[in-house]
């Protein structure tokens, strides 16, 4: 331990004092903002706040407004227009992926952030609720910072394929409020409201939504008519540096009924259901603290967390047929408690040196019959752990300021659960001139896994029939996983051409060890068959790109258009225990996507937004479920294009600042219905939609 920290200390003094640095006369704005003209300073990629132009990393920024004259209405709609970004509809709530692959559907290799403070699920790793159709209200964001690439130097587990940071409106940027009403298709009618004010050195947010709707899926709109029934409320004030937040959301849909081919040799009337009604609330509680002493040259900041979640078990869809009488009701599923401190060391020349410690504290709550151990076995289940880690980085000016050197390490210490871990990156940004910028670096993410992984113990599939019930297969706890980890080598380049029109293209290499993947038994199985995570004993590499145009004619047409390209390999020929090798799942090797907005033309603006997706494959096993055991051919799945369009009409009264907005939504106009996810039930997407919206303001 002690030798670790004096690396951290020689990591931040590292490097000469060089000359101080003289104030940029202009700073570098490559990148054309579609609906801004000043270069965004973000937070998220160095914790500390800074140009875009001079951040580390592949990175892109959606503002509030881009965001307004966009199609989508959920923030991972958002995401499905971002190159490397890979998002998909699972039987639950979509899934993202970031130059990555893999049957996960909960999101757990991307760190997800709100205002910079974690809130990934601690029991599964990815968004704290599902099902359902978002995990936070995409009105309330003033800012979106999706990094692509490790970002363990800094924020520890999660921050594997990438970091999403959700940055929040404040009072100051409404000055008032606007009531939202939306409906259409899917029997979807939501309603909210939004209203924010600055009181001298103070400000307050508020904000409310209430949404009923389906989830866009035959399987539950089309065979389960199951409706959603969500609540978000979102507090958030500020006075001094001190910032105090509140997220409630609460969901529940209805359940689901799916009965089996009498082909597949079950008694009459065997079904796979769920409990009648699957509901949770989760509350998140973030008190954040930043304030720069410019006499001394010191910043302090830090943040902290409480995130917990009430809510029915995974058995409430999988293993009701288990018949306890709980997995009806909302459970405790614990809790997650972060503290991070922090403090930046602005008095050495052309040095920037953060030094931060973390504490945090995981609990997987009171439901023991889902996480268990093998029988037999000699591990102890636990379920709760505390972890402490520390932190540095070094960002160093040279050349007058045109080079910023990134040096970082985080020591994440040993737990109850897990060893030690040691997370480097270095990168490096050179501004040659005010219109380009270009990038380099090497960074390393792990991610450790989740109790859910660790120790679930409900049945995979249960059946229910007139002559009692039994599972056709049980998850096998696996107390032993070891944390994935990755390591990425990327460069970037981008360069306005005009004030108008900008390009940039990232490239990158990742190498991938201790994947953890579910392993399915190989037909014929014993009854009931065994489903468990393990890491898979080989190495894999992705090698990509991503290149993106964007231009912006203020008042006429802004837009983009970007393409991603990668593939994977596996190095040696090993297999898991079923005898599968790497299986490079739900990664399309090609994926265009894009984005036009024109307007204000007396009022009307327009859009249209595409999203293009080349071939995928599923996992193997989910082929023969899918064909009733008939047929174990995997083939990719057909590529498909969702392309969405939104007109909206300023209606000539009421203020010009808060005009009254009517817009329409016209979604996937080609009436796509692809299964973006392989499993045994109908997850076609619904086809062809529309919507309508109306907007006042006050």
């Not at 065997?270 to 509350?283: G, L």
């Not at 294009?641 to 329409?664: C, E, H, I, Q, W």
Request: hydrophobic content about 40%.
């Amino acid at each position: 331990m002690s030798r670790v920290l004096a690396a951290l200390v020689l990591v931040a003094m590292a490097g000469s004092p060089l000359a101080a640095q003289p104030p940029a006369a202009q700073p570098p704005t490559p990148e054309v903002r579609l609906f801004e003209d000043a270069d965004v300073r973000i937070k998220a990629p160095t914790k500390m706040e800074i140009p875009l132009s001079k951040a580390p990393g592949s990175i892109t920024v959606i503002t509030a407004q881009q965001i307004r004259e966009s199609n989508a209405r959920t923030i991972p709609e958002v995401l499905r227009l971002v190159a490397g970004v890979n998002v998909r509809w699972n039987p639950m709530v979509q899934t993202i992926d970031m130059r990555g692959f893999g049957e996960n559907p909960f999101t757990s290799r991307v760190l997800l952030l709100i205002d910079g403070v974690p809130y990934n699920a601690w029991d599964k790793g990815g968004f704290p609720q599902h099902p359902s159709l978002d995990f936070f209200v995409i009105q309330n964001i003033k800012r979106l910072e999706v990094i692509r690439g490790p970002g363990s130097a800094l924020y520890g587990e999660n921050a594997y394929w990438g970091v999403i940071n959700i940055v929040t409106l404040s009072g100051e940027d409404l000055q008032g409020g606007q009531v939202e009403a939306f409906g259409g298709s899917r029997e979807t009618g939501s309603v909210g409201t939004y209203y924010g004010r600055r009181f001298r050195d103070s400000s307050l947010f508020l904000s409310g939504k209430f949404t009923h709707s389906q989830l866009p899926m035959a399987f539950w709109a089309d065979t389960n008519d199951s409706n959603v029934r969500g609540s978000d409320i979102f507090v958030k004030a500020s006075r001094h540096g001190l910032q105090a937040s509140y997220y409630r959301h609460d969901d529940s849909v209805d359940g689901f009924e799916e009965t089996f081919p009498p082909e597949l040799g079950f008694p009459p009337g065997a079904v796979f259901r769920s409990v009648d009604k699957i509901s949770q609330s989760v509350d998140i509680f973030a008190l954040k603290y930043d304030r720069m002493f410019t006499e001394r040259r010191i910043s302090v900041g830090g943040d902290v967390s409480f995130a917990r979640r009430v809510g029915t078990h995974c058995a409430a869809c999988h293993a009701r047929a288990q018949g306890d009488p709980h997995f009806e009701e909302k459970a405790n599923h614990g809790h997650q408690l972060i503290g991070d401190v922090r403090v930046g060391l602005h008095m050495i020349p052309s040095h920037t040196v953060l030094i931060g410690m973390e504490g945090r504290q995981v609990a997987a709550g009171d439901h023991v019959d889902e996480l268990g151990v093998p029988p037999g076995s000699n591990a102890q289940l636990i379920d709760k752990y505390w972890k402490p880690a520390f932190y540095v980085q070094d960002q160093i000016s040279l050349a007058g300021d045109r080079v910023q050197v990134y040096g970082g390490l985080r020591y994440d210490a040993a737990n109850d659960l897990f060893e030690d871990k040691i997370s480097p990156r270095i990168a490096v940004v050179f501004n040659p001139s005010t219109r380009l910028v270009l990038r380099g670096g090497w960074s390393t993410a792990f991610r450790f896994p989740n109790f859910s992984e660790l120790y679930q113990n409900s049945w995979f599939f249960g059946v229910e029939s007139p002559f009692g019930a039994f599972p056709i297969s049980v998850f096998d706890p696996n107390p032993f996983l070891k944390p994935e980890e990755i390591r990425t080598f990327e460069a970037s380049g981008e360069y306005r051409f005009t004030p108008q029109v900008s390009a940039k293209v990232d490239v990158y290499r990742s190498l991938v060890k201790n994947f953890m993947v579910l392993t399915f038994p190989t037909p014929p199985a014993p009854a009931p068959a065994l489903v468990r995570y393990q890491n898979h004993p080989d190495e894999a590499t992705i090698t990509g790109i991503e290149t993106e145009v964007r231009w912006a004619f203020p008042g006429r047409v802004s837009g983009f258009v970007n393409y991603s390209y990668q593939t994977e390999d596996q190095k040696g020929n090993l297999t898991d225990d079923t005898g599968r090798p790497f299986e490079f799942v739900y990664a399309p090797a090609n994926k265009v996507n894009v984005g036009a907005y024109a307007g204000p033309f007396r009022g009307v603006r327009g859009t249209v937004e595409m999203q293009w997706k080349g071939e995928y494959t599923a996992p193997g096993f989910w082929y023969l479920i899918a064909s009733n055991f008939t047929d174990p051919t995997v083939r990719p799945f057909d590529a498909y294009a969702l392309l969405n369009t939104r007109v909206s009409y300023d209606l000539p009264f009421g203020d010009r600042a808060r005009p009254l907005r009517l817009s329409l939504y016209m979604k996937n106009l080609l009436d796509k219905q692809p299964r973006e996810t392989l499993v045994g039930v109908d997850t076609s997407l619904t086809g062809r939609e529309f919507f309508a919206g109306l907007t006042v303001g006050f």
